[in-house]
């Protein structure tokens, strides 16, 4: 396995982000990408890190409570959503368990698993864009009177599409950052720069508000900046945040009536979650279009486990996500450290993160590097 683990690595992780996106022929590459990558992480047997038997302990607990919240509630879980939710904890371990088998090869690997991914979407999101071509699983496909340029790429629609556009572009900046030198770090930040058009064309304001976000962050780290000119920006972000706001209220307002349902439907629930699907049928049940303008989902993923899965999930979330940061931190508190809290920003633009599969590839790279930077000793089987 030693001279085939890049490609092999670079494969499944390339088949796995779009095989589910594509046109639905492709879907066939997604279930057999998954069923190697299992497959290959079942027969290896080089030594594991602590933060793996973390994540498979959380992944079990999910799973298992997940499926029984769902039993005491009415519309039943058919057999369709059951094997899809399934899926999820094959996704996140058998692919980490292949990266940690050489973790800084495999973050290596990622990098140009990403920048093949970003130009891939870019270049079908701008055919979609200035054509007015969409893809089969596109938002905007047959409606090209209705929404000609909108562009979604390899993705159902533009915020599913921004997510894991921007999540390409920051893993890119993320390891031009802290594994190359200072002169690649303006190379390594071209992709967000390349992120912006599309964000803009598409409105994806989330996306756009973390791109920003993430170059503040890189530049105070490195710049000195005068108080008054901190107070200045500071100010300046405001108004511009109030402006937003106001322009922006329409969206706004639904968004948070979404967001109070999901956390008081813990009272509804009795903390314990709804079951896979059931944040849909609850968000249907409140019977609210005028507020929430027909949206049946949490658009946000940590919401949406406190609607499907309840509070114990929840909370055994945050703590695998602040365990990751902290294991991240011991070489230094840069880019790779913030990623899992920009993560879960980034899956506030979605309306349901859950089966928006490539994603917890990205998760899986986070916790790549956390091991890597963990001090635990993992034998390199590839070396």
């Known amino acids: 396995m030693t001279h085939l683990y890049s490609p092999l690595m670079a494969i499944i992780c ?5 095989g589910h996106t594509a046109h639905v022929s492709v879907v066939t590459i997604f279930h057999i990408a998954l069923a190697l990558a299992a497959f290959l992480a079942l027969i290896c047997r080089s030594p594991l890190p602590r933060l793996f038997y973390i994540v498979a302990a959380y992944c079990i607990v999910y799973t298992v409570w997940t499926l029984s919240a769902a ?3 009415d519309p039943p879980l058919d057999g369709k959503d059951a094997a899809r939710f399934l899926m999820i904890p094959i996704l996140i371990l058998a692919p980490l368990r292949l990266m940690l088998i050489a973790p800084r090869k495999a973050l290596k690997c990622f990098l140009f698993v990403s920048i093949a991914y970003l130009l891939f979407c870019l270049t079908i999101g701008a055919v979609e864009h200035f054509m007015g071509w969409h893809l089969p699983t596109s938002a905007a496909y047959g409606a090209d009177t209705v929404a000609p340029h909108l562009s979604t790429g390899l993705c159902y629609n533009p915020n599913d599409y ?3 556009l921007v999540m390409s572009a920051l893993y890119i900046f993320a390891y031009a950052t802290h594994f190359t030198s200072r002169r690649w770090h303006l190379w390594g930040g071209t992709p967000l720069a390349l992120c912006l058009l599309p964000l803009v064309w598409n409105r994806c304001y989330t996306g756009l ?5 993430i170059l503040l962050f890189y530049l105070s780290r490195r710049v000195r900046i005068r108080r008054k000119t901190a107070i200045s920006l500071l100010i300046a972000t405001a108004i511009l945040a109030t402006c937003f706001i106001a322009i922006k209220w329409d969206i706004i307002v639904p968004r948070l009536q979404i967001y109070i349902a999901s956390i008081t439907s813990l009272y509804d629930s009795y903390g314990i979650g709804f079951g896979p699907c059931g944040d849909r049928h609850f968000m249907a049940g409140l019977n609210n279009y005028d507020i929430t303008h027909g949206l049946t989902n949490a658009h946000s993923y940590l919401l949406q486990l406190l609607l499907t899965s309840g509070l114990p999930v929840f909370l055994l979330y945050c703590l695998l996500i602040a365990y990751t940061m902290k294991s991240a931190s011991r070489q230094g508190r840069d880019l790779f450290w913030i990623m899992p809290i920009l993560y879960i920003m980034l ?3 979605p309306a349901s993160s859950l089966y928006l599969w490539g994603h917890y590839l990205f998760f899986d790279a986070f916790l790549c590097y956390a091991a890597y930077s963990d001090g ?3 034998k390199d089987v590839t070396a």
Do not use: E, M
Request: with cysteine; glycine share 0%; aromatic share 10%.
């Open 376 to 378: 635990t000793k993992i």
């Open 71 to 73: 039993l005491p509630w």
């Open 209 to 213: 508000v973390i791109v920003v976000l």
């Open 347 to 349: 899956l506030f633009s």
């Open 14 to 18: 390339l088949a796995l982000l779009c």
């Open 162 to 164: 921004s997510v894991l």
